[in-house]
């Protein structure tokens, strides 16, 4: 780095990336308010699915997880939450049909929540409302928006490695595993 206020990253291909502070910034900025702006249409739509949007982000974890199922302590590593809110959260869903609990049966000690049919019906009417809502929006992103977001997100989790696998240890995949640390709670 030639200037003390540049930043710089490294990306999967090994190139180094070298941004003015301020040119940086504005693409964080730009990045930034495309993600919350989304973020924020989603969370609508789910409210208007009757689902508060952390409800909707538990399905959506419970749903991509592999066999659609996932420990109730898993659910929270993947919302960044304490397992006590899951449980809630959990607890709800079920209440409301669209999740059911069942015991492991590899740990008897261990209950996994699966989605039901109707949770899974509702991500989708989720799904088809936000899309509608986001091709609208896609029309009003700028060029020069779009690719700060693609150069942000490429900083924050990597650029794509298409031959590594998720399992393998040390791939960009493997780094998007969540890690303990600092959790929400209620």
């Known amino acids: 780095m030639d200037n003390a206020r540049d930043v710089s990253w490294v990306d999967i291909d ?3 990336h070298v941004y003015a502070f301020t040119d940086y910034m504005k693409k964080v900025a730009q990045a930034r308010y495309v993600i919350r702006k989304v ?20 399905l959506i974890q419970i749903f991509g997880a592999t066999g659609k199922a996932l420990p109730v302590g898993r659910i929270a590593d993947r ?10 959260l959990v607890q709800q ?12 049966k590899t740990d008897r000690r261990a209950t996994l929540v699966h989605i039901t049919a109707s949770g899974e019906e509702r991500l ?16 009003q992103v700028a060029p020069e928006e779009r690719e700060a977001v693609h150069e942000i997100m ?7 490695d298409r ?24």
């Open 14 to 16: 090994q190139k180094t």
């Open 79 to 88: 919302l960044n939450i304490v397992q006590t809110l899951a449980s809630r």
């Open 93 to 104: 869903l079920e209440k409301v049909g669209l999740v059911r609990r069942t015991r492991s």
């Open 39 to 58: 973020q924020m249409t989603i969370d609508d739509c789910a409210r208007k699915h009757d689902l508060v949007p952390l409800e909707h982000q538990a």
């Open 154 to 160: 490429a900083f924050y989790v990597g650029g794509i």
């Open 124 to 139: 989708f009417d989720i799904v088809q409302d936000a899309h509608a809502h986001m091709s609208a929006f896609r029309s």
């Open 163 to 186: 031959t590594a696998k998720p399992e393998d240890e040390g791939s960009p995949a493997s780094d998007l595993r969540p890690k303990r640390g600092r959790r929400l709670s209620r």
